[in-house]
């Protein structure tokens, strides 16, 4: 018969082979976690490997990615479509076996991890995600949403310090479908860890509001079977189960180091490996019975099945609840959305206000919030300047998960990769602000939702000198230009209510990747539109105004400094020059229109021109050329009011006239 510790070796064989044929990797963390993964795989996870999306699956994050070839060794013996030849082509250019697990690839990876602490915050995510539509849509007798949220994460999650961030809130918010697996094995790369990491992590867990299971043997199954039945019968509070193990379990000289963290073992050691383990089968072959033992797709198809009745019997019972579900897990709008979204543009328009961008985005969610009722909106402490809370919007506590916002505390790395997870679970549409300047500590959760093309709307307000007082530690310079400067995210810089509506209803509509919504604190007028300029911003870019005749001279702007630039082109007009004005709220967008477009709005023949913004210069000269003109910063800002400081830095008409007029 088969045991447990066989089976729970073929991850390590597997994760050894692999390794040393790629010839790069870590084998140490699958080899030290096969004894958990195997009792959570085998035991207690929910899924089905032949529908790997199916809704009410458990989800299970390998927070730390380095690890990948256990999460690639489960999936391969489980059944899903992750055949050995994947596994043989570990770390190689297009296998779905990259050298961390990523988002899309590989069926059954639910999220892109490696840099560490984001899995385990994406999993605080995806547990909120399960909370929320529990509370929403089950009803007596039909628990149509009930899945656990595993996380394995090792030391190296634990010393990052968004693990601090999110697991504080994941205690505050009672997720008690949230079960984390602590791999302690004392070893990081540079070493033992008692010299850089001498936390009392159960203390710090307990103090957040966790249930601690202390002093697991990871390598026994019947006390890693214990705790999970522990851990899934506490349902108030996340629980963190502390898994004493030996990283590169099985290797004979090198378990227990940083040798086997991250390098392969050696053929040598790998031999002595297998015979340490009793495993004496050839590289890369399983035996059938090994396989018979893991493969999970007839109970996941029996369990997909029973939820499918039961679902069957909910849409009987309550049909209304049922068709919105599916659509909500589809990620499809409502049906009423494109006909309400596009009347309140045209509403806006024909009703022009001065108010900050911050404001408008405001009665934006006003407005669309209704029409959503997948909106999960957050910030990160500064909701009252951000103004992300509308007439609709209720927190999300641990004791009522009706609430579709959530108070992130100061917290912007934390809520940046919670929103990821959110996205990632599905059902819900996140959106979370914070100070445009504050992106620098939410930078690398916002690239990781562009990279694995989730749809995540971050709100940025006070976006420029524009600021004010609070000075130059707050007031964003470099951020806009270099947050354009990130693959697959869709940014925008409105200038008035107008485009600030259509900034938020891209963003809404947009499947294949996050959005950034930049605002103004300031006041700012709106501008008068046609109703076919209206339609072009959508484009990222458009003619705004519009010379006389042809125009000689083309002034481009965005955000608050499309007034300005406006007001220069009148004087610029008085004074004889053919001026045109392209309001760009969207780089990214614009740039994506088909050629015969772009040249429509900057035709390549009108070479000069004059760029406007309260940011760094530098990004601008890919539309001016390098002979032209560019009104912006190239320096931090000032505390000073906000009209000062424009005066101060130059960004003026008059110094938009003075820049055309140098041409």
Known sequence: MTSRKQLANAIRALSMDAVQKAKSGHPGAPMGMADIAEVLWRDFMKHNPTHPE???RDRFVLSNGHGSMLIYSLLHLTGYDLPMDELKNFRQLHSKTPGHPEYGYAPGVETTTGPLGQGITNAVGMAIAEKSLAHEFNRDGYEVVDHFTYCFLGDGCLMEGISHEACSLAGTLGLGKLIAFWDDNGISIDGEVEGWFSDDTP??????GWHVIRGVDGHDPEAVRTAIEAARAETSK?????CKTVIGYGSPNKSGSHDCHGAPLGDEEIAAAREFLGWPHAPFEIPSEVYAKWDAREK??????QWNEQFAAYAQAHPELASEYKRRMQGDLPADWAEKSAQYIADLQANPEKIATRKASQNCLNAFGPLLPEFMGGSADLAGSNLTIWKGSKGLTAEDASGNYIYYGVREFGMSAIMNGIALHGGHIPYGATFLMFVEYARNAVRMAALMKQRAIFVYTHDSIGLGEDGPTHQAVEQTASLRLTPNLMNWRPCDPVESAVAWKAAIERTDGPSTLIFTRQGLEQQARTAQQVADIAKGGY????????????????GSEVGITMQAAKVLEEKGRQTRVVSMPSTDVFDAQDAAYREAVLPSAVTKRVAVEAGIKDFWYKYVGLNGQIVGMETFGESAPAGE???YFGITADKVVEAAESL
């Open 543 to 558: 003619i705004l105004k519009d010379a006389a005749g042809t125009p000689d001279l083309i002034l481009i702007a965005t």
């Open 54 to 56: 199916w809704a009410d």
């Open 238 to 242: 996340p629980t963190m189960i502390c």
């Open 300 to 305: 996941g198809q029996q369990q997909e099945s």
């Open 645 to 647: 400081l424009f005066e």
């Open 203 to 208: 203390k710090r867990f307990e103090s957040y």
